[in-house]
């Protein structure tokens, strides 16, 4: 029984650590798109200028890494609905 609550237990982090990603990147994808907007100024930033670059693996890489890692985290310490060890 105690093997079959671990598996069930990997499998719920598992999963918030997805919907964390998830979110993050639709989120995260969603402050690029408007950064995008505000800063798309031809004149001013090119399509070569290395900011976009900075920007998307702030927003659309990172932010989803982050909060992946905050749910695992929390996940492991047993935070998380589902997560607490009996």
Known sequence: MHQRY???RAI????????FAGIGLMLGASF????GAFLADPGARPAT???WNIL???FVVG??????TLGLLLGTTGRLP?????
């Open 56 to 58: 998307f693996f702030a």
């Open 63 to 68: 932010l989803p890494c982050a909060l992946a």
């Open 49 to 51: 200028w290395a900011g």
């Open 12 to 19: 719920v982090i598992l999963a918030w650590t997805m919907a």
């Open 82 to 86: 589902g997560t607490r060890r009996t």
């Open 32 to 35: 690029f798109g408007l950064a």
């Open 6 to 8: 671990k598996l069930r």
